[in-house]
């Protein structure tokens, strides 16, 4: 069964540095998504991506992040200069569609990410 | 008042009960609903997906929601020590995000 897949599955950096997390969404989606998960707290939103574009983001997707899709496979999720409250489970997802019934969302295992 | 409520629990049953899991939410422009199950330091998992009112069943798994009552939930019957994980309930509107509930822990024991 196809599945999203996202590496490194842990991340450790020191405040102030970047850090990219990456993404192979599954093969035929064409719409990706980036969720956070704090831990003890509720998978949040941060953005949804199709064709080279964000499509919508939320008020935690501020100017240091940023996505990238590289190349034809990978989806990237970059925060330009960490703080301690980015320590999360960052989750990668992907659908076929975006509006509509046929947006079911698939997730990959995550990146947890510690900034020290 | 938060878009979409969950008990958080932990709700602790022995193996062979129902479960009922539910969430409660307070914007009517939600149409998809889904439910997913997450074991520790893992991805989110979709079990059901359902888009109308009315129950949609798959297995051991039954879904239900109600509109009118902005109220959603899953059933599993014949409850398994495999299934003690955290369920989260999710919807959306016509956009692309995902609104999740906070989740509730399930633990079932032989």
């Known amino acids: 069964e196809p599945e999203v897949t996202q590496t490194p599955s842990h991340q450790v950096t020191q405040m102030g540095q970047e850090v990219i997390l990456r993404c192979v969404p599954i093969?035929?989606?064409?719409?990706f998504y980036w969720y956070r998960q704090i831990l003890g707290q509720k998978v949040e939103f941060l953005v949804s991506f199709y064709n080279n574009e964000i499509s919508e983001k939320s008020e935690i997707f501020d100017d240091q992040f940023s996505v990238e899709r590289p190349d034809g496979s990978n989806f990237t999720l970059k925060i330009r200069s960490t703080k301690l409250e980015d320590s999360a489970m960052y989750f990668c997802a992907s659908s076929v569609e975006s509006l509509g019934p046929k947006n079911i969302q698939y997730f990959g295992a995550g990146t947890r990410l510690s900034v020290l | 008042q938060k878009e979409v409520e969950q008990d958080p629990g932990p709700l602790s049953v022995p193996e062979g009960a129902i479960v009922s899991l539910n969430c409660t939410y307070s914007?009517?422009?939600?149409?998809?609903f889904m439910w997913y199950r997450q074991y520790s330091r893992k991805g989110p998992e979709l079990l059901m997906y359902?888009?109308?009112?009315g129950n949609k069943e798959d297995g051991r798994f039954t879904a239900q929601v109600d509109k009118s009552s902005k109220y959603i939930s899953l059933f599993i019957r014949d409850s398994q020590p495999s299934d003690s994980a955290t369920y989260l309930c999710a919807m959306r509107r016509n956009t692309d995000k995902l609104i999740f509930g906070t989740g509730t822990r399930l633990q079932v024991f032989p």
């Open positions: 359902t888009y109308s009112s």
């Open positions: 093969s035929n989606h064409l719409y």
């Open positions: 914007n009517s422009a939600f149409q998809y």
